[in-house]
């Protein structure tokens, strides 16, 4: 390794100082800060630990179900670039392409059911029926992932199945018995497809973050919805 002025070069090519601060907030703060504002995979985690098998319904080709640390997990998907692309990045153990809203399992199958920003891709009555089915199929818990109510969102990425057609609110969700928590700050700081309305994004969404501390526990005013339902004893008879 070799210094000369403001760079440093090593067996991997030169690093500038500005490249090891970032290395830095990476490696070290990152994770504090994640600490300090957790978001969707943060809670995601804490919510499916002890479960050890998962269902992914509409897992797309990113589900954040890698960042969690479940021994087992199926994922269903209908787009086919999705299904392949998380194939290859083996994010679930088996997979099945089917659509949700006619797919079938057997009871208590899972110890978890998810849907991860699924519920707004459905009418409203697809998505309460698939609700019904997500608590007929766990064992331990539902766990839907959602817009706050209705965000206009047309078809991306050559799939139409990506269009909005619905809306839940943390009131509809709670009637339910669903525990209903805010995700990703104050819903009025985001526009199309959750990005920042805002520039320069990078503060926005930093600032975003800052009332993620208030929307968490009143979710009514907060961009997005993690509700979780847990299986009463009752229910698994």
């Not at 809306?167 to 009637?175: K, T, V, Y």
Request: proline share 4%; hydrophobic share 35%; with cysteine.
């Amino acid at each position: 390794m070799e210094r000369i002025g403001e760079k440093t070069y090593t067996t991997d090519g030169e690093i500038c100082r500005l490249k090891l601060r970032s290395r830095l907030f990476i490696g070290v703060l990152l994770p504090l800060y994640k600490r300090a504002f957790p978001g969707l995979f943060e809670n995601l985690r804490k919510e499916l630990a002890g479960c050890s098998t998962v269902l992914d319904l509409g897992c797309g080709y990113d589900s954040p179900l890698q960042h969690c640390s479940v021994p087992f997990s199926v994922g269903v998907e209908l787009f086919d670039p999705y299904l392949e692309e998380s194939k290859k990045k083996a994010i679930h153990n088996e997979y099945l392409k089917a659509d949700v809203r006619e797919v079938e399992f057997r009871a208590k199958s899972f110890d978890a059911v998810i849907a991860l920003d699924l519920l707004e891709h459905l009418t409203k009555d697809e998505g309460a029926e698939l609700l019904g089915k997500m608590e007929s199929w766990a064992r331990k818990k539902a766990v839907v992932f959602t817009t706050n109510g209705y965000v206009l969102q047309g078809p991306c990425d050559g799939n139409w199945l990506q269009e909005h057609r619905s809306g839940w609110r943390a009131d509809e969700l709670e009637g339910l018995g669903y525990k209903v928590c805010g995700i990703n700050g104050w819903k009025r700081l985001r526009g199309y497809k959750g990005s920042p309305k805002y520039a320069p994004i990078f503060l926005w969404a930093r600032i975003s973050d800052l009332t993620q501390k208030i929307t968490y526990r009143c979710p009514t005013r907060a961009f997005q919805l993690l509700a979780v339902k847990r299986i009463k004893l009752s229910d698994k008879e």
